[in-house]
């Protein structure tokens, strides 16, 4: 099984930015792809950034292209996210997750929380006006 420990977050002012990275660690396991998702109080996950772990393609969602960029390290099992010209509106808990089983390579699974199988405890941004 694999943990998923994120780091990076905390509190900027508007047009700032911010790095979270997320380390995956556990005994025999293979990532096909890991992911950012974003949660604003009392709504469901959204998705916000994916990439593969073999090819490095990266999708985002239309909220985040331009602005924010999605990176790993296969050899650290690390994958990072760069957020620039943060906005008051990305303010929630971001969440790391991976696709350890291959479910990412079906249809759209990239972009829905149901491809990943793993997930971390949650990051939060805060973005201040």
């Known amino acids: 099984q694999v943990q998923l420990v994120e780091s990076g977050g905390g509190l900027v002012q508007t047009g700032g930015s911010l790095r979270l990275s997320c380390a995956a660690s556990g005994r025999s396991f293979s990532v096909y792809a890991m992911a950012w998702f974003r949660q604003f109080p009392g709504k469901e996950r959204e998705f916000v950034a994916a990439i593969t772990w073999r090819g490095g393609s990266t999708y985002y969602s239309d909220s985040v292209k331009g602005r924010f960029s999605i990176s790993r390290d296969n050899a650290k099992n690390t994958v990072y996210l760069q957020m620039n010209s943060l906005k008051p509106e990305d303010t929630a808990l971001y969440f790391c997750?991976?696709?350890?089983?291959?479910?990412?390579?079906?249809?759209?699974?990239?972009?829905?929380?149901?491809?990943?199988?793993?997930w971390g405890q949650g990051t939060q941004v805060t973005v201040s006006s």
């Open positions: 997750a991976a696709d350890t089983i291959k479910r990412t390579y079906y249809g759209d699974a990239i972009y829905d929380r149901y491809g990943y199988d793993a």
